[in-house]
């Protein structure tokens, strides 16, 4: 690493197909280190029809 690198996090609610972007108890926890793999997997998930909040 670079020291540039920003972590990015989001948690997701599969069975309700909700994802956050802050901490929520019980929920899957992804760290992401690569911007574009991050962005590629939230539009991923918003064409699986979950929901952003």
């Known amino acids: 690493m670079t ?19 802050h901490p929520m108890e019980g929920w ?6 690569d911007h574009g793999h991050f962005m590629g997997f939230l539009q991923s998930l918003q064409q699986k029809g979950y929901r952003f909040q």
Do not use: K, N, P, Y
Request: glycine fraction near 4%; hydrophobic fraction near 50%.
């Open 3 to 21: 020291g540039t690198e920003t972590l990015h996090q989001l948690w997701l609610d599969d069975e309700a197909r909700i994802v956050s972007f």
């Open 28 to 33: 899957r926890l992804l760290d992401f280190w």
